[in-house]
C-alpha cells in the first residue's frame, strides 16, 4: 500500500511579476526549483502550514488566499499530496532557509532557463496563474 503525505505550497507573485521560488535542498527532485512548501505538520490547517513554510524556507510573512489546486507527486514508496495556495507577502526579508538551498524572485521570462519541478509550468498555465 503507498503512504500519501499531505503537503502544501505557495504561489506568490511580486509587484514586479516575479515568481517567488526556492531551490530544493533534499528530495524529492532536490536542486530543481519550485515554490515554497513542504509537509503539514500533525493538527495543523492547511493554511497554517502554507504560512509556516514560506516563512521557513524565504523569511516572508505571507497572507495566505485561495487554493489553487491539489496535485499528487509520487515518489518511490510514498504520494505527495499537495494542495498549492496563493499568497500575498506581507513582511520579511528574502533569503534561503530550512529545507532551500535558495530563494529569489524570477521574472516570467527567466523561468523556462531554471531546472523547475516537474509540471509547475503547466500548472501554472492552466489555472491561469502565469503573469
Not at 495543523?44 to 514560506?54: D, G, K, Q
Amino acid at each position: 500500500m503507498t503512504r500519501r503525505i499531505v503537503g502544501v505550497g505557495a504561489i506568490v507573485w511580486d509587484d514586479a511579476d516575479r515568481l517567488l521560488l526556492v531551490q530544493r535542498a533534499h528530495p524529492p527532485q532536490a536542486g530543481r526549483w519550485t515554490v515554497p512548501g513542504g509537509k503539514v505538520e500533525a493538527g495543523e490547517s492547511l493554511e497554517a502550514a502554507v504560512a509556516r513554510e514560506v516563512l521557513e524556507e524565504t523569511g516572508l510573512h505571507v497572507e495566505v488566499g485561495e487554493k489553487a489546486w491539489v496535485v499528487d507527486i509520487p515518489a518511490d514508496a510514498v504520494v505527495f499530496e499537495v494542495h498549492d495556495f496563493v499568497a500575498e507577502v506581507r513582511s520579511g526579508t528574502l533569503r534561503a532557509g530550512d529545507d532551500a538551498a535558495d530563494a529569489r524572485w524570477v521574472p516570467v521570462p527567466e523561468l523556462g532557463d531554471l531546472p523547475l519541478t516537474h509540471g509547475l509550468l503547466a500548472h501554472l498555465s492552466r489555472y491561469g496563474l502565469m503573469r
